[in-house]
Structure formats: C-alpha cells, structure tokens
C-alpha cells in the first residue's frame, strides 16, 4: 500500500539555522503531496502542497519540491525560528482516496 | 479560515465505560467528516470516513461496533468508543471538509483518551 518515510526527530537547531525534514513516499498512482504543521494544542493546519512532478510549494518560508526520480518531497527554510517549533507531518493523496500521513518530526528551535 | 473543534481534549475512563467524542466544524458545512488515531510516535491512522446523513465507511481492521461514529448534521460528528479497554488509550483526532473546500481537510486539535 501507499506510505510515508520521514525522519524521527526531534530535530534542534539553533534560531536561524537552516532546516531540512526528509520525507519519501510510495504510491501505487500519482499522488499530491502535502506539509501539514501541528502546533502545540492546536489542530493539523496545512503548510504547503504539490500536485505534480517538478512544482513546489511554499508557504511562511518553507519550500518544498516534488521530485518524482526521487519519490521525495523534503521541507525545507532557510532560517528557522522559534515560533516553528512545532511537529511537522508529511502526507500524500491519490486523487480523493485517504491520506496517508508519515510519523511526524518534532522541531526544537532554541534561541 | 476554516475551523474544527473537539471535545473534550482529553478524558480518563475506566475499563468497561464508553466514551464519546464530539467534532464540530465552526464557520463550514462539513459534507464529510474523517477520524484519525495516532498512537505515540505513530502516523496518523485513518479509522472511518462519514458522510452526513449516511453510515460511516470504516477503514480494514477497524471494529465498527467499537467505534460508533454519527453525523447527524452538517456541523458534528461523534465517535463513541464503546467498553472501552486500556488498548484503546490513543490519540483521536478528526477533520472535516466541505463543498466550498475542494479536496482540503481541517483538522481539529485531538482528544487524547485514557483507559484505566
């Protein structure tokens, strides 16, 4: 079946240190692909998407590319802060079917 | 934007009790309604889609007669966890969307459940 990878964090790093979360997947169709941002207490919000190979998504600074060779959609930003400490969760979708959601990795950023 | 709530947050209940979780969807018609369990260090596990005013769709491996889901109205959906074991200890998480949202789903904050 369809699923997820992304890294186990926590992931630390230091106020505008530059952030990279590594998140593959496998899909039986063609699928969008998804960042969604959980920040503590609150509900799953979606922090970005693509919809087909090669288009990239951003959204507050974070960026994400979809490579089809590498069947990857790494997050990334180019300086952190702490107000992005959060759990981020990478997810895919064929068309209407479910979303299959990765393991989430925490965000520590420290001052 | 779009806004799901859940209640309670979180609940403790012996073994044997059920439980029920509400999800509301604030400022949208929610068509369909989806519950998620995530257990530590887990992906998000879809367990049920609904639709409003039709039977849940349960996803393989997911008992319906243990996990009662209702969406009775375009704003609430509830799960009732029936006699309730400590293995039920999870986090139950639920999102909605509507006509106006296309394919996007809005997710409430998660109930967390405890099973003495």
């Known amino acids: 079946g369809d699923s997820v990878t992304q890294m186990e964090g926590p992931v630390t790093l230091s106020e505008e240190a530059f952030l990279t979360i590594n998140c593959t997947y496998t899909?039986?169709?063609?699928?969008?692909l998804f960042w969604y941002v959980q920040y503590p207490g609150e509900g799953l919000q979606l922090l970005l998407k693509?919809?087909?190979?090669?288009d990239k998504g951003s959204n507050k600074g974070f960026e994400a590319t979809y490579r089809k060779e590498t069947t990857s959609f790494h997050l990334e930003k180019g300086s952190v802060q702490v107000s992005d400490s959060a759990v981020y969760f990478c997810?895919?979708?064929?068309?209407?079917?479910?979303?299959?959601f990765g393991t989430g990795t925490r965000l520590l950023v420290s001052p | 934007g779009a806004v799901v709530s859940q209640h309670p947050s979180w609940v403790i209940c012996k073994s044997g009790t059920s439980v029920k979780i509400e999800c509301r969807s604030l400022?949208?018609?929610?068509?369909?309604m989806f519950w998620y369990r995530q257990f530590p260090k887990q992906s998000l596990m879809l367990m049920a889609t609904?639709?409003?005013?039709?039977?849940?769709?349960?996803e393989q491996g997911v008992e319906k007669d243990k996990f009662l889901i209702n969406h009775a109205s375009l704003t609430l959906s509830t799960l009732t966890v029936t006699s309730a074991h400590p293995e039920d200890s999870s986090f139950y998480i639920c999102?909605?969307?509507?006509?106006?949202?296309?394919?996007?789903?809005?997710f409430g904050p998660g109930t967390r459940l405890t099973v003495l």
């Open positions: 609904s639709n409003e005013g039709s039977k849940a769709t349960y």
């Open positions: 400022d949208f018609q929610a068509t369909t």
């Open positions: 999102s909605a969307k509507g006509t106006a949202s296309y394919n996007e789903q809005f």
């Open positions: 899909a039986t169709g063609y699928p969008s």
């Open positions: 693509a919809t087909k190979a090669d």
């Open positions: 997810a895919s979708q064929v068309g209407f079917q479910k979303l299959v």
